[in-house]
């Protein structure tokens, strides 16, 4: 992977009807000069891996970064988090709608989040691209200038990865993080905690909901901004002192009554969420335009990376988290105390998904 | 990730020419039952992820597995090894000429061959699959028994992953492992050393060869096998013993001649090769049905995952590793003391490539 690009593909005939597609980007002007190639095609692998790995200062963690067969990574507790997620064009973005910039900035994001959902701090992440011969090598750079930002962001650094021939775009991404002493996992709630939000939630819903209606992103640039590429509060969780009375926590991907089903499902009790809680404002004036349910796009709508936890109760939340409900006995997630009857969030293989 | 296949994607209009591909599969009889859903659709993301994860036992090094937003590995060195490598459907695979357990063995040990190559032990992996909705639930079965199969020969187990909706199918796979105190890296080879090999070379280009030619595979199994499933010497490198005389080490995925240039590069030395110690009787007769050059084979053909290292002279050679050129000054790798006038090797976004 360090060595970064290095497919161990043959080439085979096409035997089937997938063309390439042509990637065109949206967002800021191109910095590239009149020198540089167009095409990955034509400024080859190795160069492009090169490319995408010059200039750059690894974190701390990082003792050995891209040029060898493999990635040396520090684990200074002795055992480090793993998670990983793949994002495929037209399915988990469209160049229509996101920059380069955007893609790769969402493509940690959504990772650096399943770590710090742990309570643990990301260290580095590895990201393997796939893309078309004739993909722009402005489109690439813009990318990987996506990807180091929010690296930055959230604390680690891109440690190697791996580029390969494909007919569409394809990322895979896997974030690394160093344990805290006592891990966060779903499966820690009781009956009389309290269940709280940290972030924003239905925004990613309401952006996309603004962007397939054909509305003016510019009528609501936060909200859309916010689908583009979501910002977890990392902060938020990492800033926790070490003796917050945290139970259990997930971040937000799926939707909030979905990602609360995990944590009720693995704890094996009941959640009840208070819908008034759950209510904001800003999201009301895209709401109303398109007719949608505020509501839905608040319980339903994944994507934000917000953080739900819960807390044992009787002593205050930590800074940034707001209470939205309580863990009971039983199973479920209840709204007001009764069943939520819409589609509670995404299933990746559904006719709608 | 180990909650393994929570997409965070959201339905986005396709505004692209893919179709979703028909997947059909090859290889040994089906092991499906009437009930068994046939689609991946039918069954369902998360009944999918718990069908992939069930009945599964983690090494011992998975400290937590499938199920919460992240896994934790032990790194008991403090310090961790990582590469990663995605494959991509028709271009790294094709259906019709690999069963789904062999593509699930391939994509684990291209990956684990990798932190072997740097002397550490593969301790555990995480896969992402990007695959059609009508996906046959027979062909993940199968896939992620080949995956699991590899991933015990190599010595890690399969600690979480992601499961998405692609219109091809598309594998990541990162690879974890624990380094030894001196990581074997491309980087310290000397003037003198001895150039030598463990494992096969050719083969998979061979197998390749036979596969596109049409010919029968029955009439060169082994061959072809070879290409279907490479078989990286994991032992021969991980049993050396830690005084062995290794001064560098690479898989050779992309060709011997490229990845001895990467070594030759990142030593800041020359190779030479000796073409008569690597020749091999067992693909004579299928280089001379096709007519093909089997030194370039030897050469040039990738994707067999053997090792090639240096050594300093005037010490034996650990089991298994047989001479096959020589360390000099300079820089470049010759072949009988000539530049090599063919291609070295595989290059992503090339023409043929």
Known sequence: MSRGGASRARPAAPVLSIRPTAVRLIGKESVITDSTPRTVRELGEFALIARMNGGRSQSAGVLLGPGDDAAIVAAPAGRYMVSTDMLVQDRHFRLDWSSPEDIGRKAIAQNAADVVAMGAAPSAFVV????????????????????????????????????????????????????????????????????????????????????????????????????RVPQPPYGTVLGM????????????????????????????????????????????????????????????????????????????????WAPVGRVGTGSGVTVDGTPWTGPVGWESFAEGG
Chains 1, 2 share one sequence.
């Open 241 to 320: 002192p070490a003796d917050a009375p945290i139970t259990a926590m997930a971040d937000v991907s799926d939707g909030l009554l979905a990602d609360l089903g995990h944590i009720a499902e693995s704890s094996g009790i009941a959640i009840d969420v208070d819908s008034d809680a759950l209510t904001d404002p800003a999201l009301r004036p895209a709401a109303d335009l398109l007719g949608a349910d505020l509501t839905a796009w608040i319980l339903t709508g994944g994507e934000d990376h917000a953080f739900a936890a819960t807390f044992r109760a009787g002593q205050p939340l930590p800074a940034g």
């Open 128 to 227: 393997s691209l796939g893309c078309p011969a004739d993909t722009p090598v402005e489109f690439v750079d813009r990318f990987v200038e996506g990807l180091w930002r929010e690296a930055h962001r959230a604390g680690g650094s891109i440690a190697g990865g791996d580029v390969v021939r494909s007919p569409l775009l394809v990322i895979s991404v896997t974030a690394f993080g160093d344990p805290p002493d006592r891990p966060v996992l779903r499966s820690g709630a009781h009956p009389g905690d309290i269940v709280a939000v940290a972030g924003r939630l239905g925004w990613s819903a309401a952006g996309l909901a603004v962007l397939a209606a054909g509305i003016d992103p510019a009528k609501f640039p936060e909200i859309v901004a916010a689908h």
